[in-house]
């Protein structure tokens, strides 16, 4: 999964957040602000890895001038040969849009297919506990070999009000577009009065509400990670 740029407005502040990775390196990305993710914990497998490793600022095609930032995820079926990968900005993030110009990945670069691989765009902030009530998420989840009990290629668009990760009981509204996103587009989250706006390629796809509706500062990350109980014995 690639990203191109990323837009926002700043909570409490009518800001503009900008990003077209343009960087030379990874250090030069932190001091931006960006946090590539280090420690174990959900979500994915257990026992798998994360780091700078997955996580690399490369030019868009051969010979291009302009770069973008690639998230790579690797497994050979246990949790101790599963990379991870996510990269995150500081939780300043409450009403305004976010866009994103994103890559999104069908086929493995090698092995097998059929992987059950999560690549994600999305705004959150922690879950201090079950149900915590201030836990608030507005997510883009691209699932190329289905997931979660459903076996179809489809892209979520996912509002969160809490959730109690085990045993899994979730409170949120979701939308998903069944079909194939291999390729590039682009990826819009509205968080505006009251109401979350979905949007996908220029087309509005999705408004959630109510209860969903964040209450505090969210993360903007991105992430590529398998899901528990999809990976394949051998790949």
């Given at each position: 999964?690639?990203?191109?740029?990323?837009?926002?407005?700043?909570?409490?502040?009518?800001?503009?957040?900008?990003?077209?990775?343009?960087?030379?390196?990874?250090?030069?990305?932190?001091?931006?602000?960006?946090?590539?993710?280090?420690?174990?914990?959900?979500?994915?497998?257990?026992?798998?890895?994360?780091?700078?490793?997955?996580?690399?600022?490369?030019?868009?095609?051969?010979?291009?001038?302009?770069?973008?930032?690639?998230?790579?995820?690797?497994?050979?079926?246990?949790?101790?040969?599963?990379?991870?990968?996510?990269?995150?900005?500081?939780?300043?993030?409450?009403?305004?849009?976010?866009?994103?110009?994103?890559?999104?990945?069908?086929?493995?670069v090698?092995?097998?297919?059929?992987?059950?691989?999560?690549?994600?765009?999305?705004?959150?902030?922690?879950?201090?506990?079950?149900?915590?009530?201030?836990?608030?998420?507005?997510?883009?989840?691209?699932?190329?070999?289905?997931?979660?009990?459903?076996?179809?290629?489809?892209?979520?668009?996912?509002?969160?009000?809490?959730?109690?990760?085990?045993?899994?009981?979730?409170?949120?509204?979701?939308?998903?577009?069944?079909?194939?996103?291999?390729?590039?587009?682009?990826l819009?989250?509205?968080?505006?009065?009251?109401?979350?706006?979905?949007?996908?390629?220029g087309?509005?796809?999705?408004?959630?509400?109510?209860?969903?509706?964040?209450?505090?500062?969210?993360?903007?990350?991105?992430?590529?990670?398998?899901?528990?109980?999809?990976?394949?014995?051998?790949?």
């Open positions: 999964m690639a990203l191109a740029f990323a837009g926002a407005q700043i909570a409490q502040a009518q800001e503009l957040f900008f990003d077209d990775f343009r960087q030379e390196s990874l250090t030069a990305l932190a001091d931006h602000g960006w946090t590539v993710r280090q420690a174990p914990g959900h979500p994915g497998i257990v026992g798998a890895r994360w780091g700078a490793g997955s996580v690399a600022l490369v030019p868009k095609s051969s010979g291009a001038t302009n770069q973008v930032l690639r998230l790579r995820a690797t497994t050979n079926g246990s949790g101790e040969g599963t990379q991870q990968a996510q990269i995150c900005q500081q939780r300043k993030f409450f009403e305004g849009t976010y866009a994103a110009r994103v890559r999104f990945s069908d086929t493995p090698r092995g097998l297919d059929g992987d059950a691989v999560i690549q994600s765009f999305y705004l959150v902030s922690p879950l201090k506990h079950d149900f915590d009530p201030e836990f608030s998420e507005v997510d883009w989840e691209y699932l190329p070999n289905g997931g979660w009990g459903d076996t179809r290629t489809r892209l979520y668009g996912i509002t969160w009000q809490t959730v109690r990760l085990d045993p899994w009981q979730a409170h949120n509204q979701a939308h998903e577009e069944f079909r194939s996103m291999d390729g590039w587009h682009t819009v989250l509205q968080v505006m009065h009251g109401k979350t706006h979905h949007w996908l390629d087309v509005e796809v999705a408004v959630h509400g109510g209860r969903n509706y964040p209450v505090v500062p969210m993360s903007l990350n991105f992430n590529h990670w398998f899901s528990p109980g999809g990976i394949l014995e051998v790949s």
